[in-house]
């Protein structure tokens, strides 16, 4: 008995984008380029070297898509492409390419122990008062699309080390899955979801700082 083989389901970008549409690939380069960016710098020795990789991942994307089997997202898919090409350029630059050896510095505890109160102190184990987690005024949600704002989170994006970087853009903001990112990446579930949650934790530290109102100033 012959078994069904899996359908694909037809993408609209990849049918547009295969259609010649000049300003669904403008959006889409737009839209993706920039993370793309953060994800290739883990694996090359330069800014201008991952610059060029994205360069050839869109021109692979470009040739490559009537070949696009739509059997994962393309979103997926160029990502994919991505991270092979800057393997092999990290190769040529003689720099360690496994994931798990980019620099991590994932020991330590997630969040700044000194933001709350010792053993020794009335409420053990509470938030201190400076310490407590900064709620954002407006809502991080409601600013998404200011620049500034968008700005803060790309600078707080770049400061995380490469694997939390790495991860963080993928699942965040490009809005990956975690069986995807698992894929692309070779790590385990674990492993993901620990990285994620760390470069989450220190984007928000960041953020608060930029939402805390400043002292001596008043409404």
Known sequence: MKLARRKA???????A???GDEQAFAEVVD???RAMLHVA???VSTQDSAEEVVQDTWLAVIKGLDGFEGRS???TWVFRILV???KTRGV?????????SLSSYDEGPTVDPSRFYGPDGELPGAWTVDGRPQPFE????AVALAGEVRDEIEAAITTLPERQRIVLVMRDVQGLTSDEVCDLLDISAENQRVLLHRGRAKVRALLESYYRPTEGVSA
Do not use: K, M
């Open 9 to 15: 389901v037809a993408d609209p970008l990849a049918e």
């Open 17 to 19: 984008l295969r259609a």
């Open 31 to 33: 839209s993706w380029s």
């Open 41 to 43: 710098r883990g694996y």
């Open 73 to 75: 997202s393309l979103r």
């Open 84 to 86: 092979n090409i800057a």
């Open 92 to 100: 040529r630059e003689s720099r360690t390419l496994p994931f798990a």
């Open 138 to 141: 407006p809502s991080p949600e």
